[in-house]
């Protein structure tokens, strides 16, 4: 019959259930595959020994509702087609994972069932040898009418979001029509043997706290777990302590109605935890993301519909495996660049209040920094990235300059003009810029300019900051700083000698453009400055900014790099780690010309916001 073997680490995992599809087929097969579980993968476990086993795909970020708690009424930008994962994408990606040991994967969105492939993804997702789980989260609209299809393709589990039991008060919540379909499509999973059927419930105060017992009343004749989720501070959903309600006082709520709730074990990696009334059908649990953390058994990974891999749904720190994919990179390489994401991973996110303040994406986009961060297209050989003004080549579209109008459009306030003098002539030069808006006259700081430091501000303290009391390295806490615009400059310079400067003037390098290939690795290097210098928090840039200018006098590439946030930390590290990754970017391009390269002058020129004040070289 229908026998597949496949050997992963050295077990040996034998699908005899491959043509079966019921729940209780399902369930056979998940207890075969425990008892004979490969050893877990090193890729997968973090510093602190957590084995991440769980995996979440988003299809897509489109949605078909506009809920409240999770995206702005008008909605969010999406990402472009072109740079979202291909299906192939998305299947290379869940093999990789679960021949690592992921046992469990979870489709989300967005909304999953609007993606047209999603039967067929989750047909794919049940051949691989290993994989035990195959869920979905879902609205529900879509539901009654696929989910025969799903569960023939081998869909084990299911969750529905419904966050009120009232079709009027539904309406207002999502913004659109549908409470029906939703229903239908819960009792559709309860028909065809799904037990327990999950729902999801966000707890607004002042909106559906209220009808918590009509929810709990549900799983006395119904197999559902109803999910009590406490309301969670994403961007755009206008996050208030006020409007969420703790665990423990919809617990409390709760109990006064049925004293005789009891508490089930917690399952490990478990998120919820579970009560069950004696004599229910079903039972009901409570997600305590903000009151009580569940970090330290957490096990979950999510990689979002662009392909940026995120180890923490509360954490703004992503690593984009489309990019690393479409580069070709191999699967040893990619695992590489997993476990180091993985073993960065933090013990705990940074509580509910500090998450309220952090620069994270909508819900809707979990798991694309903000479509509007200046930062390079994905493929760099289908770049618009250009340079700024270049005598004597063809003109081409910018990608900075359609960022700009973007964030014009948007009321972002643009980095001010520095101060600049004009470079030695003599050769065609060619500017390169990341951002459109800078004069097309305008040079870069005069690669000459040796004037020592002349802050405006007050003068800096004279004790380090970055240790603690004892005198050992730790980070400093910001945590009671005002939030403030930061906006740092930084510049360097890269003395090429006559030979590579010439080849690098004419674009004539065996490798390609130095100069936008270290413009770009510039503005990559602003973006991941926490993830390089051990104390430095991770900020949200708003705006990055690489120039390169060739000083012919000097046979030299000057390079300037500002960055801009608001936030209660300043962002001279990252002007200065982009200034100095192009510099070092331009020397590996080309090394192979010429050793004698000097990299030099890697220096602060300009710091403005914060409380220590503003910062101006002279």
């Not at 239908?184 to 607004?204: R, S, T, W």
């Not at 309220?356 to 200046?374: A, G, H, T, V, Y």
Request: one cysteine or more.
């Amino acid at each position: 019959c229908c026998t597949n073997v496949g050997v992963r680490k050295g077990a040996v995992a034998v699908d005899i259930w491959g043509y079966l599809s019921s729940p209780q087929e399902l369930s056979k097969r998940r207890q075969f595959l425990r008892e004979h579980a490969a050893p877990f993968s090193a890729f997968l476990t973090d510093s602190f020994g957590r084995q991440h086993s769980y995996l979440r795909i988003s299809l897509t970020e489109k949605c078909n509702l506009r809920c409240q708690y999770c995206m702005p009424e008008e909605g969010v930008p999406l990402t472009p087609k072109a740079d979202l994962l291909t299906t192939e994408e998305i299947l290379t990606l869940a093999r990789l994972f679960v021949k690592e040991g992921v046992n469990k994967i979870r489709l989300t969105g967005g909304e999953p069932l609007i993606r047209p492939d999603v039967v067929n993804i989750v047909a794919q997702l049940r051949q691989l040898e290993g994989l035990r789980t195959i869920g979905i989260t879902t609205n529900g609209i879509n539901l009654a009418r696929l989910l025969p299809q799903l569960q023939k393709a081998g869909l084990s589990a299911i969750n529905i979001s419904l966050d009120t039991l009232v079709p009027a008060k539904f309406e207002f919540i999502v913004r659109r029509k549908g409470f029906y379909k939703v229903m239908e499509g819960i009792h559709k999973a309860i028909e065809l043997g799904y037990n327990p059927v999950k729902v999801n419930c966000v707890v607004m105060r002042g909106l559906n706290e209220d009808e918590l017992l009509d929810f709990v009343a549900l799983t006395e004749g119904l197999p559902l777990d109803v999910r009590f989720i406490e309301y969670m501070p994403f961007d755009g959903n206008k996050w208030n302590f006020k409007k969420m309600v703790s665990y423990k006082e919809m617990l409390d709520s709760i109990r006064q109605q049925w004293p005789e709730l009891e508490k089930l074990p917690e399952e490990e990696s478990s998120t919820a935890k579970a009560f069950k009334i004696p004599g229910f059908q079903g039972q009901i649990s409570f997600i305590t993301s903000m009151s009580e953390h569940f970090c330290g058994t957490c096990n979950r990974l999510r990689i979002t519909a662009d392909g940026s891999l995120k180890v923490c749904l509360f954490g703004n720190s992503e690593v984009s495996l489309r990019d690393h994919l479409r580069a070709g990179a191999c699967e040893q390489e990619l695992l590489r660049i997993i476990q180091a994401a993985v073993g960065r991973k933090k013990r705990q996110h940074a509580g509910m209040f500090n998450i309220s303040q952090m620069k994270n994406r909508p819900m809707i986009l979990i798991e694309l920094l903000l479509m509007f961060q200046d930062s390079p297209p994905a493929n760099p050989s289908t770049s618009f990235w250009d340079p700024f003004h270049i005598q004597g080549l063809r003109p081409r579209v910018s990608f900075s300059s359609q960022m700009a109008t973007l964030w014009k459009g948007r009321g972002v306030p643009q980095t001010p003009p520095i101060a600049q003098q004009r470079l030695g002539s003599g050769s065609p030069q060619r500017h390169y810029t990341s951002h459109a808006d800078s004069d097309a006259n305008s040079k870069c700081l005069s690669p000459g300019s040796q004037a020592p430091a002349a802050p405006s501000g007050p003068p800096s303290t004279s004790e380090l900051t970055h240790v603690d009391s004892e005198g050992r390295a730790a980070m400093v806490d910001v945590g009671g700083k005002p939030d403030t615009e930061r906006v740092a400059v930084a510049s360097a310079v890269v003395l090429l000698g006559p030979v590579a400067f010439k080849l690098v003037q004419q674009n004539q390098l065996k490798k390609g453009d130095a100069l936008v290939v270290a413009q770009l690795a510039g503005v990559q290097a602003a973006k991941l400055t926490s993830q390089l210098i051990p104390l430095c928090h991770h900020v949200a840039l708003s705006h990055v900014q690489v120039r390169l200018e060739l000083d012919s006098r000097r046979h030299a590439v000057v390079i300037q790099a500002s960055c801009r946030a608001q936030g209660p930390t300043g962002v001279e590290m990252e002007a200065l780690t982009s200034a100095a990754v192009a510099a070092l970017t331009l020397y590996d391009m080309c090394k192979a010309v010429s050793r004698d390269i000097v990299l030099k002058e890697i220096k602060l020129i300009s710091k403005t916001g914060g409380q220590r004040g503003d910062f101006h070289r002279a």
